[in-house]
T-cell receptor, first 110, second 114 residues
Framework: EDQVTQSPEALRLQEGESSSLNCSYT??????LFWYRQDPGKGPEFLFT???AGEEKEKERLKATLTKKESFLHITAPKPEDSATYLC???????????FGSGTRLSIRP | ETGVTQSPTHLIKTRGQQVTLRCSSQ?????VSWYQQALGQGPQFIFQ???????GRGNFPPRFSGLQFPNYSSELNVNALELDDSALYLC?????????????FGPGTRLTVL
């Protein structure tokens, strides 16, 4: 069964303290792995799509990487405005269904 | 370009009632998906509509149904509401030629079932 597990559930960092969020996935045929950011009371906001192992994408202080079993979202020198829940999701190669993980709640202290 | 909009913002219903939630897709988007998000959880896929036809469904019972209209707006209908249906309901639209297969989410409708 297709599955997505994110860790840690919550992460508190000091401003400027770099770290990584993990997304482990099981899917029989990956069409794409997605990272979204969700602020309280809002819908998720698209960040990245990764398609194959070894692929990397960057946006400002965020960098997403992909292996055959997991993805990492690296955050470099975070700022308080990076505080949000980060969601990972996968799409099966033959289906429209997208499966989300439970997210990592990231809090950056000034 | 306007984003995805949803209505109403909040809704309170009682168990056994029926509810209709509405979504207006972003201009140029012909695919819409609906998700249920319980507190502290990730969104769960309910179903997707493409050109007014259902194009995939998650593990939700038939009392969850939907429609997509010619202007690509969409409705989610839930019959015989249960307490566990209390959640944030998200609509997401995608363009025909999505560069990164991305979805654009609306702000959601918060449904409370008493």
């Amino acid at each position: 069964e297709d599955q997505v597990t994110q860790s840690p559930e919550a992460l508190r960092l000091q401003e400027g303290e770099s770290s990584s969020l993990n997304c482990s996935y099981t899917v029989s045929g990956l069409r794409g792995l997605f990272w979204y950011r969700q602020d309280p009371g809002k819908g998720p906001e698209f960040l990245f799509t990764l398609y194959s192992a070894g692929e990397e994408k960057e946006k400002e202080r965020l960098k997403a990487t992909l292996t055959k079993k997991e993805s990492f979202l690296h955050i470099t020198a975070p700022k308080p405005e990076d505080s949000a829940t980060y969601l990972c999701a996968v799409q099966h190669s033959s289906a429209s269904k997208i499966i989300f993980g439970s997210g990592t709640r990231l809090s950056i202290r000034p | 370009e306007t984003g995805v909009t949803q209505s109403p913002t909040h809704l309170i219903k009682t168990r056994g009632q029926q509810v209709t939630l509405r979504c207006s897709s972003q201009s140029g988007h012909n695919t819409v998906s609906w998700y249920q998000q319980a507190l502290g959880q990730g969104p769960q896929f309910i179903f997707q509509y493409y050109r007014e036809e259902e194009n995939g469904r998650g593990n939700f019972p038939p009392r969850f149904s939907g429609l997509q209209f010619p202007n690509y707006s969409s409705e989610l209908n839930v019959n015989a509401l249960e307490l566990d249906d209390s959640a944030l309901y998200l609509c997401a639209s995608s363009p025909l030629l999505a560069i990164d297969n991305e979805q654009f989410f609306g702000p959601g409708t918060r449904l409370t079932v008493l």
